[in-house]
């Protein structure tokens, strides 16, 4: 190779890494990486070992560790700027500092670490105070209260418990201060209705020496209504014709009518349905009529009627 081609590709070398070794890279070796330290005290100072604590940045998991018998957790390589830490506290305690998630951690967020320094953060906990009421009612539409509903309660400490609504519809629950979350086994045939909460609840704080009510209206209206009417051109009604209900599936539902020449479908579930008439005997269906109603748009609690002429002979 000729000598200024080596020189020149020798150059180019040393000035990638002049480049390189004054980059303030994070990863580099002579980064001045910072030190975080997590101490867990209870409020008069004492250590709280086995606290399982996480650190992380906007990028990335920094470590996870838990508290020693001095109540510290250590974080090497830790770079500059702001970072969290996530932590699980024991039973019946609560910190004073971070905010719950629901997943039972208490997250602390904003910890500026300068380079090359021993962040240090303090979080005290301090025993949970007891005890507030979590009533819970629950009621249909009508404001008809419904019993025998189970309600589970779960804390941010893992705390649980579960109990059935009396024939009241309530139920309460005795516990510790915290946010809880509350989820609803619904009653066979019942539904949340639109716009209501659901049957799962999060956030619930409950405060000592104080009461928090939450209610839930379900509806067992889970479907509307198609009536089925079979007449002749009269008017008069047509006993014991066989009639079908339609959905988009095929067959939902089939009957006979009554004396008054109809059957009530009391399940008819929302959504674009039809219905099909089939002549008993001594009757047919009239030339050029057809022997189905379709398109019968059903909605929550709604009742459509259907008609079906048909003709003797």
Known sequence: MPAHRTMRRFAS?????????????????GYPYSTLEVSVTTPDGAPVPDVPVEAYDVNQTLGSGSTGADGVVRFGLVPAGDVGVSFRVPARLLPAVGRPF?????????????KGEVRRVE?????????????????????????????????????????????????????????????????????????SPGI????????????????????????????ARVTEASGA???????????????????????AGEHLFTAAPVGNLAIRAE???????PAGRPDYVDGIAIDLGVEKTALVVLERG
């Open 200 to 227: 799962d609840l999060a956030g619930l704080r409950l405060a000592p020496g104080r009461d928090t009510t939450v209610s839930l209206v379900f509806t067992n209206e889970c479907c509307g209504r198609v009536r």
């Open 279 to 285: 002549p008993p005997a001594g009757y047919h269906v």
């Open 123 to 195: 979080v005290a906990l301090r025993p949970r105070a007891c005890c507030g009421v979590l009533r819970v009612r629950v009621a249909d539409r009508q404001g008809r209260p419904l019993g025998r509903v189970r309600v589970d309660v779960s804390g941010d400490d893992s705390v649980s418990a579960a109990d059935s609504t009396a024939a009241t519809g309530a139920a309460a629950f005795s516990l510790a201060e915290g946010v809880y979350a509350l989820h609803a086994t619904l009653p066979a045939g019942y539904l949340p209705p639109p716009g």
């Open 13 to 29: 070398i040393l000035a990638a890494a002049a480049l390189l070794g004054g980059c303030a890279d994070p990863f580099h070796p």
């Open 237 to 259: 009604p047509v006993a014991g014709a066989r009639v079908i209900l339609y959905g988009a599936a095929g067959v939902i539902e089939t009957a006979t009518t009554d004396a």
């Open 102 to 114: 629901g997943d039972g951690r208490f997250y602390l967020d904003g910890i500026a670490v300068g």
